[in-house]
Nanobody
Framework: QVHLVESGGGLVQAGGSLRLSCAAS????????IGWYRQAPGKQRDLVAV???????NYADSVKGRFTISRDNARNTVYLQMNSLKPDDTAVYYC?????????????????WGQGTQVTVSS
């Protein structure tokens, strides 16, 4: 199994910045895509940004130009730099990763979620 732990959320004023981190742990795993989703109260969970192993990125239109996703493959960590934050960015942010891991006998796929970190942007 692969476990994801997010950190870096908090309360910030509109126009401010936050940096989220997500560290993956386990054994014998390899991450393909890793990214961030968010879910505001009463709304569905939506993609914010995702990066592939070859560092291709994809962003939600609402965050393009303000958020930057990056990953450190050696540390199995992904970051989300969030600038020019708006009240509409308020949500619980979840890390998601998919890839493969070894059971000791064979490789199988995984898709893991972190526990989420709250981001609140005040106006």
């Amino acid at each position: 199994q692969v476990h994801l732990v997010e950190s870096g959320g908090g309360l910030v004023q509109a126009g401010g910045s936050l940096r989220l981190s997500c560290a993956a742990s386990g054994s014998g795993f390899s991450i393909n895509d890793i990214g961030w989703y968010r879910q505001a109260p009463g709304k569905q969970r939506d993609l914010v940004a995702v990066t592939t192993r070859s560092a291709h990125t994809n962003y939600a239109d609402s965050v393009k130009g303000r958020f930057t996703i990056s990953r450190d493959n050696a540390r199995n960590t992904v970051y989300l730099q969030m600038n020019s934050l708006k009240p509409d960015d308020t949500a619980v942010y979840y890390c998601n990763a998919e890839g493969t891991y070894s059971t000791g006998m064979y490789y199988t796929s995984f898709n893991s979620w972190g526990q989420g970190t709250q981001v609140t942007v005040s106006s």
